[in-house]
């Protein structure tokens, strides 16, 4: 009964089957469109994941030891790199507890974020340089090669950004039209066990259905909250929307802080400001087990000193980030949600400053990580099985039609034999 008028059953009939074959079409055609950028995509993360852990187990001199005492400073660094290379500035350095400090040199007059460099791996206590290794403008390592598919598919950048940015939403579709398909109509054991279990003795066709169903089952959610995150990097209203959906508020626009330029060459020289910035960070985080800074470039006057410590090991959400004048050191500070610290943000900020760790599983520490190996795994694995579901099926059709016709060309062909009574009493 709707508004005192009994409801067609026919019609509802009608209206839940155009759904659902609506619901199919979505699914069939967006995975066939998508299927490869989402199977790169799903591989890319898989590799990605582990980057840090692969990193360590191929390069075993760049563990060492814990020791109780200070690291090398940031001008101590600059001046064992000086010796090695001394027409390169240094443009960051990185240190993770128990690993080498990773110093990156470059070309002091390009302006080019990527324009080729030195990365040198020293030991954090005795400046013993581990390895150096030179890049030609253009070469990345394997990870960073790793991370250009992920990110838009070895493709110029703003013709592989958007693709991968809406691909990923149209998975997220293709997740939910999933879902719908996959829910059983009836809840028996019948279709329990095919909804949940994967028949592994049953015929190769059986066997790809239900790993296609059955596993994209259990990934679902992990799936669906790694490519949400993911969206977060590319898809500028996406990021708004959920941002205040989350908090009320509207996201701020990150701007990068500047030094004030009429200060320039007044108070530090840029060692002695680097290092008194380094040793007021540090003596606000004495338990800090990693941190990242980049330094100042000298050849422009508005450049910053950034320093970033984290707390965690493996894990970003609860870093904390500061910036100062590479002139005066006095500590800049901006009202955006990146620059805020994770004790300070709201619930909604919290969510988007832990966005990353959720989508490379981090946020549950290594079980989270292998956990969004898995999840990534199948998602790559979604596609193809999917296509050969499709492949099989229309051209398993295709065949059968094909079989029936040439029967009933054959039975037309064979005219019915004609013998009169006295021929046949011959033939008796």
């Not at 590799?47 to 030891?65: C, D, Q, S």
């Not at 090398?72 to 240190?95: E, F, G, R």
């Not at 059955?214 to 898809?235: D, H, K, P």
């Not at 579901?389 to 019915?416: D, V």
Request: proline share 4%; aromatic share 12%; with cysteine.
């Amino acid at each position: 009964m709707v508004n005192g008028t009994k409801q067609n059953p026919q019609k509802k009939k009608k209206t839940d089957s155009l759904f659902t074959r609506i619901n199919k079409w979505l699914h069939l055609w967006l995975g066939l469109v998508s299927g490869v950028i989402v199977l790169i995509v799903c591989i890319t993360a898989c590799i990605w994941v582990f980057n840090e852990e692969i990193t360590a187990l191929l390069e075993p001199e760049t563990k060492v030891e814990k020791q109780d005492k200070a690291v090398l400073t940031p001008a101590q660094l600059t001046t064992v790199a000086k010796d090695l290379y001394p027409n390169l500035a240094a443009s960051y350095a990185t240190y993770q507890q128990g690993r080498v400090i990773t110093l990156a040199l470059k070309d002091p007059k390009s302006k080019e974020r990527r324009s080729g460099g030195v990365t040198l791996k020293i030991n954090p206590y005795t400046g013993k340089v581990v390895s150096a290794v030179e890049r030609k403008k253009g070469e990345t390592d394997f990870f960073r090669f790793i991370l250009n598919g992920h990110r838009f598919l070895w493709m110029p950048y703003k013709i592989g950004r958007p693709i991968v940015n809406y691909g990923t939403m149209v998975f997220v579709v293709l997740l939910i039209t999933g879902m719908i398909w996959w829910y059983p109509k009836k809840w028996n054991k019948s279709t329990r066990d095919k909804s949940f279990k994967i028949k592994w003795g049953a015929s190769f066709k059986r066997l790809n259905l239900d790993i296609h169903n059955v596993l994209g089952f259990y990934s679902l959610l992990f799936l669906l909250a790694i490519a949400l995150t993911g969206m977060v990097y590319g898809i500028q209203w996406y990021s708004e929307g959920l941002y205040w959906v989350t908090t009320g508020e509207k996201l701020t626009e990150f701007k990068r802080l500047e030094s004030d330029s009429l200060q320039a060459n007044k108070f530090y020289t840029p060692e002695k400001a680097m290092d008194l910035a380094w040793q007021k960070v540090a003596a606000k985080h004495p338990k800090s087990i990693g941190f990242y800074y980049s330094f100042p470039d000298t050849s422009e006057a508005k450049s910053a000193i950034n320093i970033t410590v984290y707390p965690s090991a493996g894990q970003f959400y609860n870093n904390v980030g500061y910036t100062f004048d590479q002139h005066t050191l006095k500590e800049l500070k901006s009202d955006d949600i990146y620059s805020s610290s994770y004790a300070d943000a709201g619930a909604g900020g919290k969510i988007r400053k832990m966005n990353y760790d959720i989508h490379v599983g981090s946020i549950l520490g290594f079980p989270g990580k292998v956990l969004a190996f898995l999840a990534s795994l199948i998602g790559a694995s979604l596609p193809i099985t999917g296509f050969l579901i499709w492949y099989g099926r229309k051209f398993k059709k295709k065949g059968t039609k094909n079989t029936k016709l040439a029967q009933s060309a054959s039975i037309k062909e064979a005219k019915p034999l004609k013998i009169s009574k006295p021929e046949l009493q011959e033939t008796i």
